[in-house]
């Protein structure tokens, strides 16, 4: 099969098939980050720009790293340091660096759907680097990796998700991406932080923590998102940490061999206690050095040569 995909945008947008072939391109991929001299010129001569409108450690670092271990040049540009301060709309911006032919515009936006607007209007492969509460494909592809990497496989297992749901767009893609390639998946959260009739996307929803890990093969926590959020969903960090926070009594309740996740950055003390964060189920880190191989793969997939379906 030929991945003839221009840009990623979502996981709703990726067949089965598609999302298979980046996870084993990335298995392959990430080999070359074990070798004393960590470089292929797989993408030498192409263009990776990063434009990142909110902060980023891991998304953004990942994608840099990933583009120079395939010898592709790549670039940074932040909200902060870029004309965007001085009016320039996000699509002028976009046809400025359009103008240097670049090959791939990595994207990350407080506002759902950025990624794809510049997707229809760029012949630049564009990947989004998460849109506002809407999607964060890559990190959903990676979390799959590194679980698909530790059970050997993704059908069947139970993955509990629980935190600020409502405000997260790590969740929607781990749901619209783990259900497709046949997992089961519990979403658990205060009644404030669950979005309504969210069960119409085939998961299972729960207010009780200590039910949601129960069985889990997987439980994936996710921070409180205080910087999307209008008002106070909760009354304590306290109360929150002891009601849907992980600690190793909670966890207990789970499969014995559960592995425990976090996309970062974490609250420690809030929703996940420092034992478990770096506690013996937890593959926390190995979430991140897979980050590196998954953009990999993602890069050399639209960028390695393959003519795309839609601009043929
Ligand atoms: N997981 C994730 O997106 O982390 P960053 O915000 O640091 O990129």
Do not use: W
């Amino acid at each position: 099969m030929e991945f003839r995909r221009k840009d990623i945008l979502d996981m709703a947008s990726l067949s089965g098939d598609e999302i298979r072939m980046i996870l084993d391109t990335a298995v392959g991929m990430k080999e070359i980050s074990t070798r004393p001299i960590k470089k292929v010129p797989t993408l030498r001569g192409k263009t990776v720009v990063m434009f990142f409108y909110e902060p980023s450690t891991r998304t953004r670092t990942s994608f840099d790293v990933a583009a120079k271990r395939l010898s592709a040049d790549s670039l940074s540009i932040s909200k902060s340091t870029s004309s965007i301060v001085k009016g320039e709309t996000l699509l002028d911006t976009a046809k400025n660096l359009e103008a240097m032919k670049p090959d791939v515009l990595v994207i990350r936006h407080s506002s759902a759907g950025a990624p794809h607007l510049l997707a229809r209007r760029m012949k630049a492969s564009v990947i989004n680097a998460g849109d506002g509460m809407h999607a964060h494909p890559t990190q959903a592809l990676l979390d799959m990796m590194t679980i698909r990497e530790k059970k050997g496989h993704l059908e069947g297992l139970r993955l509990a998700i629980i935190g600020d749901i409502a405000h997260s767009r790590v969740a929607r893609s781990n749901v619209v991406g783990f259900t497709k390639m046949g997992g089961h998946v519990v979403l658990c959260g205060p009644p404030t932080m669950i979005p309504a009739g969210i069960e119409s996307l085939g998961v299972e929803v729960t207010h009780d923590a200590d039910r949601a890990v129960e069985g889990a093969d997987v439980v994936m926590m996710l921070r409180i998102q205080k910087e999307r959020q209008q008002s106070h969903l909760f009354s304590s960090e306290r109360e929150y940490a002891r009601e849907y926070g992980m600690n190793a009594e909670r966890l207990s309740r789970a499969s014995a061999d559960v592995l425990i996740m976090h996309p970062g950055p974490m609250n420690r003390g809030v929703e996940i206690a420092p034992d478990v964060a770096d506690g013996p189920f937890s593959i926390i880190l190995d979430q991140v050095t897979n980050g590196v191989a998954v953009r990999m793969a993602i890069l050399y997939l639209v960028a390695g040569g393959v003519r795309h379906a839609d601009t043929d």
